[in-house]
């Protein structure tokens, strides 16, 4: 298993956000991490890239432990809900500086900044402080920043905030290409036909707990539907389950 998390809680202030949670993302997947607003999501991304310690429970990524040891933090790439990028560096320093936080080094960084740079249409820009950038080309320099280091696990938290369609067809597509290479992608968000273009395999979350977990159609047949339903239509029906 790439993320394997296991009866993960998390409290804020003595009110738990996330409770007894699971969640599994295997090689070659697109995975997504579905609830409404408020259901966990960004607490467990959180604990899966090692921003937060969990209060109970067990988190591995690439088969080590995200509590006891960090190295496995060289082998992903994070994508926060909303990015806070160091606005008084220029494109290209920033993109220099996380590739190096990544163990890059000499012709290997050069190159993995100008192929990220050419993919996200930014050439332009490497030498404009991110200061002066509009919040889409933020975003661009954010979501390049996520995979310098060509990541084996990439983490999304809504990933395709701001990004024009272009530039959303660009990172799907570099999405499934680290599928393709073995590794995986988890994809937080409420956008539930973004998951169903892009995701192979997805777990629904509510109120802190994992409540379906599986491929598309595991996840519509769960919900008692059949393959020519939405995924909202199973998200949908099974939430309203928990709710009645």
Request: proline letters at 3%; hydrophobic letters at 40%.
């Amino acid at each position: 298993m790439m993320i394997e998390v296991k009866d993960l809680w998390k409290s804020f202030d003595g009110e738990p956000a996330v409770r007894g949670l699971n969640l599994t993302v295997r090689a070659g997947s697109v995975h997504g991490l579905l609830g409404l607003n408020g259901a966990g999501k960004t607490t467990t991304v959180k604990c899966v890239v090692g921003l937060l310690r969990p209060d109970r429970g067990h988190v591995r990524v690439a088969g080590r432990s995200a509590t006891e040891d960090v190295s496995y933090k060289s082998l992903i790439g994070y994508l926060p809900e909303n990015p806070s990028l160091p606005e008084y560096l220029t494109v290209r320093e920033f993109l220099v500086f996380v590739a190096r936080l990544k163990g890059l080094g000499g012709r290997e960084l050069q190159t993995s900044v100008s192929e990220v740079a050419e993919l996200f249409g930014l050439n332009g820009l490497l030498d404009k402080l991110i200061f002066g950038l509009s919040k889409g080309l933020k975003q661009r320099v954010a979501f390049a920043s996520a995979i310098v280091n060509d990541p084996l696990i990439l983490v999304l938290d809504e990933p395709f905030n701001g990004l024009d369609p272009e530039v959303q067809s660009v990172a799907k597509a570099e999405m499934k290409e680290i599928s393709k290479r073995g590794g995986s992608v988890l994809v937080s968000t409420h956008l539930l036909d973004t998951i169903e273009r892009v995701c192979n395999s997805a777990t629904i979350v509510h109120r802190g707990k994992d409540l379906a977990s599986g491929s598309l159609e595991e996840l519509k047949r769960s919900a008692g539907l059949d393959s020519s339903a939405s995924l909202e239509e199973a998200f949908l029906r099974t939430v309203s389950r928990v709710r009645e």
